[in-house]
């Protein structure tokens, strides 16, 4: 197993694709902290992982909150001694609109979830692993950073901000030996898909899958697969990459 004995926090790991890189880590072998905001998603994944045989354990935290954040990582050590892998995958988004339309609220929430969780994680994770020798951090950021769509301009700008951060966290790690990636889907069958879309309906489906080259949303196992990956120890002279799993989306 490629994960074999690693400890692993997954945010938004109750839904959409946390709760597909939970399942997959779990797969693979490492010990899975499930961190949500929804008690009853996070608690129902963990029961899924530890029933199917795997350690792992669920702490609710809002990933904007900096005590939170602390206590949470403070869990994870002392539930399994120490911390190999921090996934940033916690994501929120406003509904499609035009830019000027965005609340200045929904602006605050939406750089505090996308892109201040990152920093905050940064803060309380890299000491840990400082300590053991390395470790690896991995943010969820999207294609709409790369390839902004129409409608999404505030999204779009906070993962492009997820992005920078992802570049210059490796940068600045790099001599601690901690690598740090971004997985860069495109839109997928997640609880966020109508949000982006503006409405679920089958015309705007038909809308958003015409951009993807290979034809089809991305899936949660998509990119809990990169995300597997990337916290190998095959990807360990990876750093610094926003790796586009997106169907061809950005080509």
Known sequence: MRLKDKV??????????GEGIARRYAEEGAKVVVCDIN???GKKVADILTQGGAQSTFVKCDVAVDAEVKALVDAAVEKYGR???????AGVTHRNKP???VTEKEVDWIFAVNVK???????HCVPVMRRQGGGC????ASTAGLRPRPGLAVYNSSKGAAITLTKAMAVELAPDKIRVNALCPVAGETPLLAEFMGEDTPERRARFIATVPLGRF?????????????????ADFITGVAFEIDGGRCV
Do not use: C, H, K, W
Request: hydrophobic letters at 50%; a negative charge; zero cysteines.
């Open 8 to 17: 692993a926090i997954v945010t938004g790991g109750g839904s959409g694709f």
């Open 39 to 41: 008690t009853v998603n």
């Open 83 to 89: 911390l190999d892998i921090m996934v940033n995958n």
């Open 99 to 101: 830019m000027l339309e």
């Open 117 to 123: 969780s990152i920093f905050l994680a940064a803060r």
């Open 137 to 140: 951090i991995i943010n969820t």
């Open 218 to 234: 991305s899936q949660p196992r998509d990119i809990a697969n990169a995300a597997v990956y990337f916290a190998s120890d095959e």
